[in-house]
């Protein structure tokens, strides 16, 4: 099981989404705080549809509540746009962290700091970024055709 990791997160329906996502790929989510949305909101629970209680969803009040829960630092995966290595040079397991920042600003220096494993996903000049939950799910693909999904 791939654990996903979003760091304050700012977009209701973008985390509706990526909750969906990982229902759908027998992911868990875990949610960093704060969040730029109570956590029961409509949008929420529209775009996760009725999947939301079907959800392995963890909590943390900070990074560092969530950072004592890792077995092992080495399988966290930090997606940066700043990165060198894409995820598709990226050798993935079943229980590795994939780590998404804010969608407005990504992950800050000190979370990129906290760990050695930083990845990206390629895309034209002409973009800065993807959308959050597009983005989790390039990865989550990625890393589920590798471990082998299944059914």
């Known amino acids: 099981m791939l654990n996903i990791v979003l760091v304050e997160p700012e977009i209701p329906n973008n985390t509706g989404n990526i909750g969906r996502l990982c229902v759908g ?14 956590i029961n909101d409509k949008n929420l629970k529209r775009s996760g549809l009725d999947y939301w209680v079907h959800l392995d969803v963890s909590e943390y009040a900070d990074i560092e509540e969530w950072a ?11 997606m940066s746009s700043h990165a060198e290595k894409s995820y598709l040079q990226n050798d993935f397991q079943d229980g590795d962290w994939l780590v998404f920042g804010k969608e407005s600003v990504g992950l800050s220096k000190e979370v990129l700091e906290q760990f050695e ?34 059914s």
């Open 68 to 78: 004592k829960n890792i077995p092992d630092p080495s399988r966290v995966f930090l």
């Open 117 to 150: 494993n930083h990845l990206t996903i390629p895309m034209s000049k002409l973009i800065r970024s993807f959308n959050i939950a597009n983005s989790v799910a390039f990865v989550i693909g990625e890393a589920k055709r590798q471990i082998g999904l299944k």
């Open 25 to 38: 790929t027998d992911s868990r989510l875990h949610l960093i705080h704060p969040f730029g949305f109570v």
